[in-house]
């Protein structure tokens, strides 16, 4: 059996594969399907310092080879979360990691100092890239200066355990906000989130989306991100987390031929619950095949 075990900014993985923020619940709904603790690691839904409602209905919309959503982060925030999510989750072999978003750079580091303490959470992953939502989210991963603010406070706060920052791909140049983030003490950058996009009902003549816009992911987006784990793995020298329409294990193993040391499943989880089990069992055979013993080797090596 080869080496599947990866290093991420200090935080050693049993495997590349993780699950993406949004489409994994809190990883408890999907244990009638998988055994979580064959994961990398399951990254939870995004957690914010106050309780968050989400955008009104209707706030998913299928599209060709994709979906759109505008969900808007709805959660119950940190404190909920350490109180009741927390003891539940916390036990599993895998490695749990909170999405943190926030309105403002204090709600960032605020929520991020609030789970520091706890032992179970092995990293953060900082959403400086959530387009659906009205203050926050994206607006902070569209500047260089913007992703750095957010990244030093998130530093500050979240000493000593692993900090990876999710990148948003509505962006001129995401290099350039991957080097901002790796200079303010990113551990890793994830990327992509989903793409901004829009779906019309030609009968009512109206958005299909509350919000009009919202978030384009599925496999419509791949060449678009693995396009960006490319550029952004030349650009930096932290480890890249890449996602944005896996469906399988090929689109895994494309991803990290393009750079990524890790990989997150997202939009997939809804087709097949068991696709994260699916995708370890296809590296594993991917190495055997051709003879590699550690997938390390096959990183950024097109």
Same mark, same amino acid.
């Given at each position: 059996?080869?080496?599947?075990?990866?290093?991420?900014?200090?935080?050693?993985?049993?495997?590349?594969?993780?699950?993406?923020?949004?489409?994994?619940?809190?990883?408890?709904? /999907?244990?009638?399907?998988?055994?979580?603790? !064959?994961?990398?690691?399951?990254?939870?839904?995004?957690?914010?310092?106050?309780?968050?409602?989400?955008?009104?209905?209707? #706030?998913?919309?299928?599209?060709?080879?994709?979906?759109?959503?505008?969900?808007?982060?709805?959660?119950?925030?940190?404190?909920? /979360?350490?109180?009741?999510?927390?003891?539940?989750?916390?036990?599993?072999?895998?490695?749990?990691?909170?999405?943190?978003?926030?309105?403002?750079? %204090?709600?960032?580091?605020?929520?991020?100092? #609030?789970?520091?303490?706890?032992?179970?959470?092995?990293?953060?992953?900082?959403?400086?890239?959530?387009?659906?939502?009205? %203050?926050?989210?994206?607006? /902070?991963?569209?500047?260089?200066?913007?992703?750095?603010?957010?990244?030093?406070?998130? !530093?500050?706060?979240?000493?000593?355990?692993?900090?990876?920052?999710?990148?948003?791909?509505?962006?001129?140049?995401?290099?350039?906000?991957?080097?901002?983030?790796?200079?303010?003490?990113? +551990?890793?950058?994830?990327?992509?989130?989903?793409?901004?996009?829009?779906?019309?009902?030609?009968?009512?003549?109206?958005?299909?989306?509350?919000?009009?816009?919202?978030?384009?992911?599925?496999?419509?987006?791949?060449?678009?991100?693995?396009?960006?784990?490319?550029?952004?793995?030349?650009?930096?020298?932290?480890?890249?987390?890449?996602?944005?329409?896996?469906?399988?294990? !090929? +689109?895994?193993?494309?991803?990290?031929?393009?750079?990524? !040391?890790?990989?997150?499943?997202?939009?997939?989880? /809804?087709? +097949?619950?068991?696709?994260?089990?699916?995708?370890?069992?296809?590296?594993?055979?991917?190495?055997?095949?051709?003879?590699?013993?550690?997938?390390?080797?096959?990183?950024?090596?097109?």
């Amino acid at each position: 059996m080869a080496n599947l075990s990866v290093n991420i900014g200090g935080l050693e993985l049993q495997n590349p594969v993780m699950t993406a923020s949004g489409t994994f619940g809190y990883g408890e709904e /999907f244990t009638p399907f998988i055994d979580i603790n !064959r994961l990398g690691a399951y990254i939870i839904k995004g957690t914010t310092l106050n309780p968050r409602q989400g955008n009104d209905y209707p #706030r998913m919309v299928e599209t060709p080879a994709g979906m759109l959503n505008a969900v808007g982060l709805q959660n119950k925030g940190v404190d909920y /979360f350490i109180e009741h999510i927390y003891p539940r989750i916390k036990d599993y072999k895998s490695h749990l990691i909170v999405n943190v978003s926030g309105a403002n750079v %204090e709600d960032y580091a605020e929520t991020a100092r #609030r789970l520091h303490p706890l032992d179970g959470v092995k990293a953060i992953e900082v959403n400086i890239s959530c387009p659906n939502v009205k %203050e926050g989210g994206m607006a /902070f991963g569209t500047t260089t200066s913007g992703a750095a603010a957010v990244t030093k406070a998130v !530093r500050e706060a979240y000493p000593g355990k692993t900090l990876i920052v999710k990148l948003s791909p509505n962006v001129t140049s995401i290099a350039d906000i991957a080097r901002a983030v790796e200079a303010e003490g990113a +551990d890793s950058v994830s990327l992509i989130n989903t793409l901004m996009g829009m779906s019309i009902d030609v009968e009512k003549r109206r958005p299909h989306l509350s919000t009009v816009t919202g978030g384009l992911s599925g496999p419509a987006v791949r060449p678009v991100a693995v396009r960006m784990v490319w550029q952004v793995a030349k650009a930096v020298n932290i480890p890249v987390v890449g996602l944005g329409g896996i469906m399988n294990g !090929r +689109d895994a193993i494309e991803f990290m031929l393009a750079g990524a !040391r890790a990989i997150e499943i997202g939009t997939a989880n /809804f087709v +097949d619950p068991a696709v994260t089990m699916k995708v370890i069992d296809y590296m594993e055979d991917y190495c055997q095949r051709h003879g590699i013993s550690d997938i390390n080797e096959i990183v950024g090596c097109i």
